[in-house]
Nanobody, 125 residues
Framework: VQVVESGGGLVQAGGSLRLSCAAS????????MGWFRQAPGGEREFVAA????????SYVDSVKGRFTISRVNAKNTEYLQMNSLKLEDTAVYYC???????????????????WGQGTQVTVSS
């Protein structure tokens, strides 16, 4: 499975960005996908995830109401719409993919075997 993110960049606080993640290698509809981020000097942190079987979504509390995860199976692409960005959202954002997630494990980075290269998001004041 190949995973490629895009859409990062520099944005002022309060602005918006949309990240995209394209996965290939098997039927897209079987992928469960998540977003994680890692700030300089920090650990990799769960951001959001979506389950293909029922569209169930999960978010870390710090992004609820600001970020939205979605997917378009026809385009083999997942999106992370990020609004009202804050300085603390600055990080490298990674798309991660696995098969058949469960609600209990969808926030656990160690359960995702396929990762993209990461895309930088920088929020300035």
């Amino acid at each position: 499975v190949q995973v490629v993110e895009s859409g990062g960049g520099l944005v002022q606080a309060g602005g918006s960005l949309r990240l995209s993640c394209a996965a290939s290698g098997r039927p897209f509809s079987s992928y469960d996908m998540g977003w994680f981020r890692q700030a300089p000097g920090g650990e990799r942190e769960f951001v959001a995830a979506i389950r293909w079987s029922d569209g169930y979504t999960s978010y870390v509390d710090s992004v609820k109401g600001r970020f939205t995860i979605s997917r378009v199976n026809a385009k083999n692409t997942e999106y992370l719409q990020m609004n009202s960005l804050k300085l603390e959202d600055t990080a490298v954002y990674y798309c991660a993919v696995k098969i058949n997630t469960s609600i209990a494990t969808m926030r656990n980075a160690d359960t995702y075997p396929y990762w993209g290269q990461g895309t930088q998001v920088t929020v300035s004041s």
